[in-house]
């Protein structure tokens, strides 16, 4: 299996194509890897240096990797946190190649904004994940970013379900929306919406940051997805295993996720969270 990761990086942490990148090859995934931003660390521990990369420079980067064929039998383009709004035109671009010929590439947007009423990207990041969205086979949206996406409410379970059906609806008939930090009573959900039906995880809450958890979710669940094509398993292993390295990082008390240590609950998280199918 073979990925195109789309994302950001930082020289120090676990966000972006820093904790993608490691989590699919863990799972045995080969990596085709392009940077929109490189930033010293994650902007959580008060400050950071770096910036986004230059459009053209991706832009030639792409270009070189097709010119020598590494853009074929490509499984997958994942595309995350865009630094510029014209790296829109660059992942569309890349999907565009990859896709051609009839490949059965996937695209598979995580679409970073924003989180817990925040949208911390540019507008014309905003609009460029907008234009992306409706090619996109598999989306990993949090709450937060399916209501950007659809203009709907995402405050419960019942809302979240009703806007992803709604985003799966916009798109082809075999689409999935993924969608993280769904609100459910006292715990947490994780809900996948496919054309097998809607199933979630509910794991307990953790009270402390996981910055690159989404990332590493979006990953951990392509890698299985693409191994199985089954979305009610994918989504257990990826979100039990993105507990167990939450949960890891905790105990140390530390902001950036803790993947190297626990690599191995990556393949096999030690408790293991089922996916229940609702009801229609």
């Known amino acids: 299996m073979r990925v195109l990761s789309i994302q950001s990086s930082v020289a120090a942490?676990?966000?972006g194509n820093s904790a993608a990148v490691f989590c699919l090859q863990r799972l045995g995934i080969d990596v085709v890897r392009l940077d929109t931003v490189r930033f010293s660390n994650h902007p959580g521990h008060g400050g950071f240096t770096g910036g986004p990369a230059d459009a053209a420079d991706l832009v030639r980067l792409v270009e070189g990797l097709d010119a020598r064929g590494l853009l074929e039998n490509?499984?997958?383009?994942?595309?995350?946190?865009?630094?510029?709004g014209d790296h829109g035109r660059v992942v569309s671009d890349a999907v565009l190649r990859a896709r051609r010929g009839g490949s059965?590439?996937?695209?598979?947007?995580?679409?970073?904004?924003?989180?817990?009423?925040?949208?911390?990207?540019?507008?014309?990041?905003v609009d460029a994940i907008r234009a992306l969205a409706p090619r996109a086979d598999i989306l990993f949206p949090n709450a937060f970013e399916l209501g950007l996406l659809t203009?709907?409410?995402t405050g419960d379970l019942g809302e979240v379900r009703a806007a992803a059906a709604a985003l799966r609806a916009a798109g082809r008939?075999?689409?999935?929306?993924?969608?993280?930090s769904v609100a459910d009573g006292e715990r947490l959900g994780t809900l996948a919406c496919g054309p097998g039906g809607d199933f979630i995880v509910r794991v307990p809450p953790i009270d402390h940051?996981?910055?690159?958890?989404?990332?590493s979710f979006a990953a951990l669940f392509l890698a299985r997805y693409l191994g199985t094509r089954d979305v009610a398993g994918s989504l257990s292993l990826a979100t039990s295993s993105v507990h167990a390295v939450v949960a890891a990082t905790a105990a140390r008390a530390s902001i950036d996720l803790a993947l190297v240590a626990c690599q191995t609950a990556l393949e096999a998280p030690p408790a293991v969270f089922p996916a229940e199918r609702l009801e229609s």
């Not at 490509?74 to 510029?84: E, F, I, K, Q, R």
């Not at 940051?209 to 990332?215: E, H, L, R, T, V």
């Open 104 to 125: 059965g590439c996937l695209y598979a947007l995580d679409p970073v904004m924003g989180d817990r009423g925040r949208v911390f990207v540019k507008p014309e990041v």
């Open 74 to 84: 490509l499984d997958c383009v994942l595309s995350g946190y865009l630094g510029a």
């Open 173 to 180: 008939p075999d689409r999935i929306v993924v969608a993280t």
């Open 209 to 215: 940051p996981a910055y690159g958890a989404g990332d």
């Open 151 to 153: 203009g709907m409410p």
């Open 13 to 15: 942490g676990a966000v």
